[in-house]
């Protein structure tokens, strides 16, 4: 298993701000994934993040409005851009178990409400 | 379609009750399959993986039928601390890393 840290664990931002996310973990991993998760709805993968690359965005996220760093294997920060109140959710770090599973374990995530 | 469709619920049993829940996924390379867990506020947890045989855990019961590309989980004997949202994961495979979660099904337990 990994044990996952993330700060802020909430934020009230103003629209038209920025909020870095930061993600820590345990152990080395190759790969950190970050989530969305927004009000009463399931996860959305916004990118894979990993280590010596650039992240990897899925349909619908651009790097210029969440963009990533991956400095060394145990962190990556995500920052929302330019918030407005659609981007009020949950935001979850999340990584791979090692041995060849792909289980993944969650941070505990970061609550975000863009006034 | 979604890629992974859930019942959202909420079910609502008593203590003590059986309870199944039933998921189905669009793409048939698909190539694992788990139940992660998600308590009010909290960050999903793996619950268990779902294996082509069937594999149980205690009082639960997973099944994968890939014909019908359907995943279910059985819940014997409710107990109070298994209410919580209960999400179905597919790892589509053909290379990707990413996980695809249903949108989850509620499940409450009361006394």
Known sequence: SAVISQKPSRDICQRGTSLTIQCQVDSQVTMMFWYRQQPGQSL?????????????YESGF???????SRPNL???TLTVSNMSPE????????????????????????????? | RKEVEQDPGPFNVPEGATVAFNCTYSNSASQSFFWYRQDCRKEPKLLMSVYSSGNEDGRFT???NRASQYISLLIRDSKLSDSATYL????????????????GTRLAVHP
């Open chain 2, 62 to 64: 997973a099944q994968l």
């Open chain 1, 62 to 68: 651009v790097i210029d409005k969440f963009p990533i």
């Open chain 1, 87 to 115: 981007d009020s959710s949950i935001y979850l770090c999340s990584v791979r178990g090692g041995g060849g599973t792909d289980t993944q374990y969650f941070g505990p995530g970061t609550r975000l409400t863009v006034l």
């Open chain 2, 88 to 103: 179905c994961v597919v790892n589509p495979g053909g290379g990707y890393n990413k996980l695809i979660f249903g949108a």
């Open chain 1, 74 to 76: 145990t962190f990556s």
């Open chain 1, 44 to 56: 959305t993968l916004i990118a894979t993040a990993n280590q010596g690359s650039e992240a990897t």
